[in-house]
């Protein structure tokens, strides 16, 4: 199964911690098939002077969803991530979003397929279209191609 992850961090060493995270991906849920370029981008969702590093994999993988977030959460602790205080966004080493597991619509208490932000999100879209730009998103039936171009007129 292709899975797509988001990486994205602005603290420490932002390349080293993309870095770290990509070995430790690798390592731990399934071999890399597309590797987005990184992208700088402004913060989401809230105010700070650091800016993003983000990037997008896609990972063959043999593992459930839950087990890849499972994986993920786990990888983002190894890299020296805090846990999330509140609701609101923050600054970070590192995180890990698992936004599609191939078609997989899937809304539970622990995980939501797809990823129920990323259509609005400019710092996950660009680095994706440049490695699925034809990946069909399960609810709006729209590629990712589209739903950049869908933001950017908006």
């Known amino acids: 199964m292709t899975v797509y992850l988001a990486l994205g961090t602005n603290l ?19 071999n890399f098939s597309a590797i987005s370029s990184v992208y700088e981008t402004e913060p989401w969702g809230f105010k700070s002077k650091n800016k993003f590093l983000n990037q997008v994999v896609a990972v063959e993988t043999d593992l459930s969803p839950l087990e890849i977030l499972k994986q993920t959460q786990e990888i983002e602790r190894q890299i020296g991530r805090k846990e999330k205080t509140g609701h609101s966004y923050q600054d970070r080493l590192i995180d890990i979003d698992l936004i599609l597991y191939g078609n997989i619509i ?25 490695i699925a730009a034809g990946v069909v998103h399960p609810v709006f039936g729209k590629t990712v191609a589209q739903l950049l171009e869908d933001i950017t007129l908006s």
């Open 106 to 130: 899937l809304n539970t208490g622990e995980i939501q397929l797809p990823h129920p932000l990323f259509h609005k999100r400019r710092f996950v879209l660009e680095p994706l279209n440049e």
């Open 12 to 30: 420490g060493d932002r390349h080293l911690n993309l870095q770290k995270a990509l070995s430790l991906i690798a390592g731990k849920t399934g």
